[in-house]
């Protein structure tokens, strides 16, 4: 028993510790995307149970609920986030291994077994919290339930039990991840060939495997009614567009540049995928020897192409990266996922024909040469991987960069602290399904309020505040009189964004007559019993042509509500600030549109401080040019009304004081 069972054993459990190694440090931080499937799970247990998520560009719905399950049990969090493909990371070795075991041999199915527990693109998948990292899964299981069919011995129990669960894994792979949408069709083109190679196989295998995807059909039908009847749920799809327009358009030249673009990223040094957050940008999936494996691979399977496994492993391979193939080789490490286990399967088929050939030539010391090879082969694919993950990729700046690290050693330092009130935080990016994101899942739900500080600040209930300023979003000049700097915490020098302060913002200091209420327009200055502006003035009197001119508004939040309708993907509101000098025409000849406090995190009394930074063309002729001001929800353009002392709507904007043009000195 521990010998036949003793290799796979040892294999899953080094996998499993390389994959749980560091995990809540190392990727350094979040990407959006994994915090937005951490956002959905925090809301599938607050009772918000959606079919399918609108944010990611759309998101199928299983990860987010697999995730909120773990965190069930292991409390909300990082750990339970990631987890999850920790765990399905190491069990899909073992499918693999059941299935190369099945359809090939134990030697495929160990080889293979290793080299996806020690190769870099399955051990980043497997510490990614992105959904995308269940399809190798459940793609190999449909793939094991399918394979199933071909023994003749299964019994009428066993047949029926292996269609089910073909047609559950089938669906169970379109409640995943988009690149599932194609990979189903591996089973109708083996079918297909079956029916040109190997018809009695093809007889045997049509009315079960057409009854586990119609079983599969009925099983996703509800999603794509959904996606039917709310489109915005889904915009990925947009970037299949242009390449397949220039096919229909007869062009063939983009379509075949990214098919060998994405071909090319297996092997090729330089050309793997550019996407930082996921590959060291250019490294190709496999090193140099296991690239020569894999190449011999898929000839072997070519040359193989009668025996139904090696075409199945080759069909596998090809429908697995379709995706890729059509958009090119960038993020094809979660394009590809669906033919993860096929893509390390090839190179242990070439492994073992090259061994067969060695052992042929030299059968005397064919065994202690592949022995030897298989060792120094497979230590090189472990070493080269934990230097490349752990040192070179994860220890780079910019990858710390990309996971945001400066605001998650942030939010760690607050959660060290005790602080009364709510916090401002400094971010580039502060819109619902950005940062607030991150900030949800590493802090839970603390009273945080949101801003770029180089263009605006949130004072809370117009009281002092405590702030956190990252290097990355210094104040604004205007804003640093407002500001005493209570402490600077510095993380790694070289780091895009290497440090934070803590500063407390001081109301009193404004030098503004902004609580007044006096108005500067001839009308009123309240915007629909949403929001009031209390001040607004340039920063500088005058502005040369090809300069910045900075109007400052300060505005007060009276109902949040009333600022916008509630919009997709992130169900808030979404309002711009635009800013307009008009010409003599009256027409706009510098804008700006805005808003670097964004209105979904407002609460009543927030105080909103913003920078409208308008570019004044270099051809503007020196003169006093009219100023506007307003605000529109941006997804339909409308604006928020002006209202009078009787709140009766009188206009969609507020005009400012003067904007003076000099001439250059």
């Known amino acids: 028993m521990w010998k036949r069972n003793g290799p796979i054993l040892l294999i899953l459990l080094l996998a499993f510790g390389l994959r749980l190694a560091a995990l809540t440090s190392l990727p350094p931080g979040l990407t959006h995307d994994e915090a937005n499937h951490g956002r959905e799970a925090i809301g599938i247990l607050d009772g918000i149970l959606l079919f399918y998520f609108p944010l990611n560009y759309g998101s199928e719905p299983l990860y987010s609920y697999v995730v ?9 969090g990082l750990l339970a986030l990631r987890l999850v493909n920790v765990m399905a990371g190491t069990a899909v070795i073992a499918a693999v291994y059941a299935w190369a075991n099945r359809a090939f041999d134990r030697r495929v199915a160990l080889v293979t077994a290793v080299l996806i527990a020690l190769s870099f ?16 899964l459940f793609m190999t299981l449909a793939v094991w339930f399918f394979w199933r069919l071909f023994d003749n011995r299964l019994s009428v129990n066993g047949k029926r039990s ?24 591996l089973f109708p083109l083996f079918l297909l060939y079956l029916l040109l190679a190997h018809r009695p196989s093809f ?25 039917e009847r709310y489109p915005y749920a889904l915009t990925r799809l947009d970037m299949l567009d242009r390449p397949l327009n220039d096919l229909r358009q007869g062009n063939l030249l983009p379509l ?23 590959n060291i940008p250019g490294r190709p999936v496999f090193e140099v020897v296991t690239a020569v494996f894999f190449l011999l691979g898929i000839a072997i399977s ?6 139904p496994n090696a075409a199945f492993l080759l069909l596998w391979f090809g429908v697995g990266i379709l995706p890729s193939l059509i958009t090119g080789a960038t993020a094809n490490t979660t394009r590809n996922l669906a033919a993860l286990p096929a893509v390390f399967m090839l190179p242990a088929v070439g492994f073992w024909a090259f061994v067969s050939w060695v052992v042929g030539r030299w059968p005397r010391y064919g065994r202690w040469v592949t022995a030897v090879a298989l060792a120094v082969w497979l230590f090189w694919v472990g070493a080269t991987t934990i230097n490349d993950y752990f040192m070179r990729w994860g220890q780079s700046p910019a990858v710390r960069g990309a996971y945001q690290h400066n605001l998650v050693q942030s939010l760690a330092y607050l959660n060290s602290q005790t602080i009364d009130g709510p916090v401002l935080l400094s971010t580039v990016y502060p819109g619902p399904a950005h940062d607030p994101s991150i900030a949800l899942v590493l802090a839970g739900d603390t009273d945080f309020r949101w801003a770029d500080a180089r263009y605006a600040l949130v004072l809370p209930g117009g009281q002092d505040t405590l702030a956190v300023i990252p290097a990355s979003t210094p104040l604004h000049p205007a804003f640093v009189m407002l500001a005493q700097p209570q402490q600077t915490v510095t993380l790694h020098p070289d780091d895009l964004d290497p440090s934070f302060t803590l500063v407390e913002l001081d109301v009193g200091a404004l030098p503004w007559e902004w609580n007044t209420g006096a108005s500067l327009a001839p009308g009123s200055v309240n915007l629909n019993d949403a929001l009031t502006l209390r001040y607004a003035g340039w920063l500088a009197e005058s502005v040369v042509p090809g300069g910045v001119a900075e109007l400052l508004t300060i505005w007060q939040v009276q109902d949040p509500v009333r600022v916008g309708p509630i919009v997709p993907p992130a169900f808030t509101t979404d309002v711009v600030m635009f800013t307009q000098v008009l010409g003599a025409d009256g027409r706009p000849f510098a804008q700006r549109d805005s808003l670097e406090a964004p209105s979904w995190g407002w609460q ?4 909103i401080l913003q920078i409208h930074a308008v570019p004044i063309p270099a051809d503007a002729a020196p003169g006093e040019y009219p100023a506007i001001v307003g605000i529109y929800d941006r997804d339909s353009g409308v604006r928020l009304p002006v209202l009078n002392e009787t709140g009766t709507p009188v206009d969609d904007k507020i005009t400012m004081s003067p904007l003076i043009v000099i001439r250059n000195p």
């Open 302 to 307: 070519l040359w193989r192409w009668r025996q």
């Open 203 to 227: 007889w045997r295998m049509w009315r079960p495997t057409l009854a586990g995807l119609l079983l599969a059909a009925l099983l996703v039908t509800p999603i794509f009614l959904y996606l």
């Open 162 to 185: 292996a269609v089910i669960g073909f047609g559950v894994c089938v669906a169970v792979t379109l409640h995943i991840y988009l690149a599932a949408r194609v990979a189903w069709l």
């Open 121 to 136: 693109w399955p051990l980043a998948t497997s510490r990614e919290a992105l959904r995308a990292g269940l399809l190798p």
């Open 68 to 76: 909120a399950g773990f965190m069930a049990l292991l409390g909300e």
């Open 256 to 278: 075949a540049r990214n098919a060998a673009g994405a071909l090319l990223a297996f092997v090729w040094p330089g050309q793997g995928d550019q996407f930082l957050a996921y």
């Open 604 to 607: 009543p009394g927030d105080v």
